[in-house]
C-alpha cells in the first residue's frame, strides 16, 4: 500500500464521483472548513467533477486569514521594539497590517524571522548570539497546531531558557461554526471536518453540529479519494435525515483524539473571553492565551506598555482597519466566492495581495487564483 | 496549517526525537506528542516539525477497499444502492 498514491488515484475519483452523482437527490450544500480542503478540492477539480451535485462553501478554517489586521500590528509593534527577534510561520509574513507587515518591517531592518517549526524557535534560542535578545513567536494555528506551541513552552521551560516569548494567537473551530449556524441565514447542508484538527481534538468536538443544527458532519482527510468519501457519507446524511459526527479518516483520527496533546494544551493554555475574527467580529470563547501563571513568557504581558500604545491609536480609529472593498470576511463565512470579490485577480493576487485570503497558502482566493483555468 | 505528510521512521532517538523520510526527503522530528512510541518503519503524520499521529495502516486499506466495494455490489446484481 502506498501512503500517498493511493489516496488519488484517478479511477477511484472517478468511481467515487460516479456514486455520488447518482445518489444526489437535489444539490447539497456543503462546507468544507478547512482550508486544506478547499486547496485540494481546487486542486482536484472535485468541485468540477460534481458540479451541480455538491456546491462547496468555502468556511474559516485559515488561522492566517481569519487574523484581524490588529493582531498584524501587534506583530509588528513588537518587531520594532528594541532587541527582538520576531519569529513567524512563512505565510505570516506578506500578510498586510495597517501600515506595514513583517515581511516590511524585515526589509526595513528589523530582526523578523520565518520558522518552519516551535524547534527552530529553540535552535535561535540556544544560539549563544542571541542570548540578550527577546524572542517572540507570533503562534498561529488551530487545535492541529497549538500542541506543537505547548510543546515549544514545555521544552523551553525544562531548557531553563528565560527569553522566548509566545504572542498566542491560536483559535478554535466549533465557535466559528457555531456562529455561522446561528446567523440562520446559511444554506448548508453539512460540514467536511478538519482531519488534522480532529488527530489532536477527536470527533467530540463538532457535536454541536448535528445535535444542535441537524446538520451533517463528517471529518475527512486531505487526499481526493479522502475528500469524495467525506463528501459521499455526508450526502447520505443529509438524504437519509440522519445528521451526526461521522469519522471518515480512520487512519489517522480516533474518536479521543490525541490525550497527550490535549493535556499539553490544557497545562499551558486558558479560553480567551473574547478574540476577534477577521469577518467575524468578535467571538466569545473562540481563542487561546497562555495562563496567568505563565505570563512571563507571555509576550501581551511582556510588551503590554509598547501594545497599550497600539490599542489607543486603534480605539482613535487610526489603524486597525481592513481594506473596505476587500471581501475576505464574507468569504471566510461561506458567503461570498473569491470570485465575487471585485479586487479578486485584478488588484489582489499572490503578488500584491489585499486580504489575508490570498496571502495564505490555505486562503480560498489563493486557491482559485492559483487553479483558475 | 492543516496540511500533514505520512512519513516514514527510519531511526529512533532517545532525546523524543526521530528520523523520517518524507518522500525520500529525511528529517528530523519531535516525537514529544506521541500518546504510543513510535517504531522504525511506522508511518506517522508531521505537522509544523512534530508527529501527530501514528498513520493505522490497518484502517487505510479498509478505508480504501470500501468504497471499491460498492461498485462490484452493484456489478454484481445490477442493482444500484
Redesign the interface.
Known amino acids: 500500500m502506498e501512503l500517498y498514491s493511493d489516496f488519488k488515484r484517478k479511477d477511484d475519483i472517478s468511481r467515487l464521483a460516479s456514486i455520488i452523482s447518482a445518489e444526489v437527490e437535489k444539490p447539497v450544500n456543503i462546507m468544507e472548513i478547512c482550508g486544506g480542503h478547499t486547496h485540494s478540492i481546487m486542486k482536484y477539480g472535485l468541485n468540477i467533477i460534481l458540479k451541480d451535485k455538491i456546491n462547496f462553501l468555502h468556511g474559516p478554517g485559515c488561522p492566517v486569514c481569519v487574523m484581524p489586521v490588529k493582531r498584524i500590528d501587534e506583530a509588528v509593534k513588537i518587531a520594532g521594539s528594541p532587541g527582538v527577534i520576531l519569529a513567524a510561520y512563512g505565510d505570516m509574513m506578506r500578510v498586510p497590517g495597517t501600515d506595514s507587515s513583517l515581511i516590511k518591517e524585515r526589509t526595513e531592518g528589523r530582526d523578523v524571522r520565518m520558522v518552519y517549526s516551535p524547534l527552530d524557535i529553540i535552535k535561535i534560542a540556544e544560539d549563544k548570539n542571541n542570548k540578550d535578545k527577546k524572542i517572540v513567536f507570533f503562534a498561529i494555528g488551530f487545535e492541529t497546531t497549538t500542541p506543537m506551541t505547548a510543546a515549544l513552552l514545555e521544552e523551553i521551560i525544562a531548557k531553563r531558557i528565560n527569553n522566548v516569548f509566545i504572542h498566542a494567537n491560536h483559535v478554535l473551530v466549533p465557535p466559528p461554526i457555531n456562529a455561522i449556524l446561528d446567523s440562520g441565514d446559511n444554506l448548508i447542508d453539512g460540514f467536511i471536518c478538519p482531519g488534522h484538527v480532529s488527530v489532536m481534538t477527536g470527533s467530540g468536538i463538532y457535536s454541536d453540529i448535528p445535535r444542535k443544527y441537524g446538520k451533517a458532519a463528517v471529518i475527512a482527510g486531505f487526499e481526493p479519494y479522502d475528500i469524495l468519501s467525506g463528501a459521499l457519507l455526508t450526502v447520505r446524511q443529509v438524504n437519509e435525515k440522519r445528521p451526526a459526527v461521522e469519522i471518515a479518516y480512520k487512519r489517522a483520527v480516533k474518536e479521543d483524539g490525541n490525550k497527550k496533546a490535549q493535556d499539553l494544551v490544557n497545562k499551558y493554555f486558558t479560553v480567551r473571553d473574547e478574540f476577534e475574527w477577521r469577518g467575524f467580529g468578535n467571538i466569545p470563547k473562540s481563542g487561546l492565551r497562555l495562563k496567568e501563571e505563565f505570563k512571563n513568557f507571555d509576550a501581551e504581558y511582556v510588551f503590554k506598555d509598547e501594545l497599550e500604545e497600539l490599542h489607543l491609536k486603534a480605539e482613535s480609529g487610526q489603524s486597525g482597519k481592513e481594506n473596505a472593498l476587500c471581501k475576505c470576511g464574507e468569504i471566510l463565512k461561506g458567503k461570498s466566492k473569491p470570485d465575487d470579490c471585485p479586487l479578486f485577480g485584478k488588484v489582489c493576487n499572490p503578488e500584491n495581495p489585499v486580504g489575508a485570503c490570498m496571502v495564505s497558502f490555505e486562503g480560498a482566493c489563493a486557491a482559485y487564483y492559483k487553479y483558475r483555468t | 496549517?492543516?496540511?500533514?505528510i505520512?512519513s516514514k521512521v527510519i531511526e529512533i532517538n532517545d532525546d523524543n526525537t526521530a528520523v523520517v523520510d518524507t518522500?525520500g526527503s529525511k528529517r528530523l522530528v519531535?516525537t514529544?506528542?506521541?500518546?504510543e512510541s513510535a517504531r522504525i518503519g511506522d508511518?506517522l503524520?508531521i505537522?509544523?516539525?512534530?508527529a501527530?499521529?501514528k498513520?493505522?495502516?490497518k484502517?487505510?486499506?479498509?478505508?480504501?477497499n470500501?468504497?471499491?466495494e460498492?461498485?462490484s455490489k452493484t456489478a454484481d446484481d445490477g442493482v444500484?444502492r
Open positions: 496549517m492543516c496540511l500533514a505520512p518522500m519531535s514529544m506528542l506521541l500518546e508511518y503524520l505537522h509544523v516539525g512534530y501527530m499521529q498513520i493505522d495502516e484502517e487505510a486499506m479498509e478505508s480504501l470500501l468504497f471499491r460498492i461498485e444500484e
